[in-house]
C-alpha cells in the first residue's frame, strides 16, 4: 500500500520509555498491548495514539489519532517517508550518542516540524529532511531560510524515487550544499547514492586512473543538474556520515578529493617529491608498493634523472662513449628489479604500476624512466 489515506495516519509513535516506535518493524502483538494500555503517543503533539490495521485487516500497520485531534499530523503520508525518517533517526542516533535525537519535532521557529532533529549537548541544532514528494524551489528557500534564520543547521535528503528527475528544488540542494544524497529506505541495508558535482579536469583524471588494481571509484556522470560534471557513490547507508555542519562524508569521496588536491599540487611542482608522490599514490595503491617499490626507485631517480638518457640501452650518446659509473648504476637496478621478480613483482605488473604514476609535471618525466628501465630489465 502506497498511501496510508485515514486523516493522521502515522508509521512511527513514541512507546512507554519515549522510544521510537516502528508500526512495521514492531511484533503485532506488542502493539495491540500499549494501544490498548494507551501508552502510544503522537511524535508531534504527544497525545494519545492507537493502532489502526495489522493482521486480518489487510491494511498497513499504523497509528492514528481520533479524528481532527492533531493539527500537526500529516495526512496520506507515504510509507517511504515514515519508514525513511525511523532509518535516518537511528543513522543519527549511532553517530552521535550524546545528543538527542527526536523524529516530528514541532519546532516554534520557525514554526515547522522537522523530519528528524538533533540537540547536541553544547546546544547546536540540526534538522535532517526526508523529501520524497515534489518540492517548488521557491518553498524549498523558503524553508531553509527560516531554518538557518533560527539557527538550526538544515540537510536535506531525497527519497530515491526522485533520484533522475532534474527539478529546481535538487539543482538548489546541490548548488548550496554542493551534494545531493538520495535514499532509498524500504530495502536492506538502506541504499544511498552521493552526488557532488566536480570538474572536467577531475572527471577526465578520474578515468584515466580506473585500473584493476584501484580501489573503489565513484561513477561519473555528464552531468550534476546544471552544475555540469558529476560524481556518485552508490552503497548503504552506513558508509555515510553527517558531520555538526550538515556536511555528508564519505570515506571513498574523502580520499579522491584529496587525491584531486595532491595532483593538482604535483602539476605545478619543480620536481619530484617522494612525500607528496606518496600520499598520492596511497589514495589508490596498496602500501606495500608504495613504499616498497615507488618511493625507492624515486629517490634513486632524484640523485640522476638523466641516468637512462645516458645509458641509452647501452649504447651511450654519440660523442660521448658509455661510462662504466652509468653502466654498473643500470645493472644494479636491473638487479635490484630482477629480485622484485622473485616476490611475485613480474615484468608484466611492474609495467602496470607504472602505468598507474600520475603523468602530470615533473612526475611524467619519473613514470616513463621507470617503464624504461623495466623494459630494460627483460621479463624479470
Sequence with gaps: MDKLNEVGAMLVAYGPEGQTVVASETPLEQLQEWSRDRRLQCPNCRGVVHLRG????RMQPHFAHQRGECAWSTEGESVQHMRGKAVLARWLKGQFPEAQVTLE????EPNRIADVFVRHTDGLCQAVEYQCAP???????MRHEAYRKAGIIDTWIIGSNRREKQEAFIDAVIQIAHEALFLDSQVTPPRTWLRWPITRQVAQEWQSQV???ARRM???????GRQGYGATLIGPLHEIRIDREGRLLHPVRTRMEERGRLLQQMSQAQAPEPGIMAAYLRTYMDEAIVHGIIVPL???YLLDPELLQRYNYGRGLPQRPLSTEDRTRVEKAKVWLRSLGQKGYTGARLQEIARELPFVGPYAAFASYMELLVTLSGGL
Excluded at 495489522?54 to 485487516?57: E, P, R, V, Y
Excluded at 518540492?135 to 528557500?141: M, Y
Excluded at 565513484?218 to 550534476?224: N, S
Design 135 to 141: 518540492l517548488e524551489i521557491e518553498e524549498w528557500q
Design 298 to 300: 624515486l629517490k634513486s
Design 54 to 57: 495489522g493482521g486480518a485487516k
Design 218 to 224: 565513484p561513477t561519473l556522470e555528464g552531468w550534476v
Design 211 to 213: 585500473t584493476p588494481q
Design 105 to 108: 519535532e514541532r519546532l516554534p
